[in-house]
């Protein structure tokens, strides 16, 4: 199973990354809200845990959840604000309550998971009822970027994850010529 190597972790906070997906924009557009508590799953280094932090303001929390301890290590030395809290978890598991959040991010890991059903399941657990989940990932196209093109999910099979997990309002749309994003409710 394809995981994104610690030892590129520079690209993953690029401005040409950055200026591509414009995170901020996203997050707004799939109904992140100020005063929110969201997080992160796989945050990374925090490509889109910082923005998101400035969305949610201080009456907001984000929880950055990753597995690699690099990753956290290296969102933390950018700076973090006050709002973010860096968490370690498991693949399928979440270091938090049942019911705490009103928006989750999977933003390119779900292709990178072993038990999706039991991962999207987890996501469940851990947000509101209404609460809102976006996953983002790579269309199932072969390119020279990206991870391999038979890891890769296609939006209907994402979509699928989501209906049978009980998610309602599922909605699927393009973000660019590599990307998908699935907004879904609990």
Request: charged share 30%.
């Amino acid at each position: 199973m394809h995981k994104f190597d610690p030892q590129r972790i520079e690209r993953l906070i690029s401005e040409e990354r950055r200026s591509q997906i414009q995170p901020e924009a996203v997050l707004r557009d799939a109904g992140l809200k100020e005063g929110g508590y969201m997080a992160d799953i796989g945050c990374g280094p925090g490509f889109f845990t910082i923005p998101a932090s400035g969305i949610v303001g201080p009456g907001g929390l984000v929880y950055a959840l990753d597995t690699q301890e690099e990753m956290l290590e290296r969102l933390a030395g950018r700076g973090l604000p006050p709002n973010v809290i860096p968490k370690r978890s498991g693949e399928h598991s979440f270091p938090m309550d049942d019911n705490r959040l009103d928006f989750a991010l999977i933003a390119y890991v779900l292709h990178e998971t072993e038990d999706k059903a039991l991962f999207i399941k987890e996501v469940k657990r851990v947000l509101k009822p209404g609460g809102t989940v976006l996953i983002i990932d790579w269309k199932k196209i072969k390119e020279e970027k990206g991870p391999p093109v038979e890891e890769r999910l296609t939006e209907a099979d994402c979509i699928g994850l989501l209906h049978r997990a009980g998610f309602s309002s599922i909605k699927g749309s393009s973000m660019n010529p590599s990307h998908y994003r699935i907004t879904a409710t609990k």
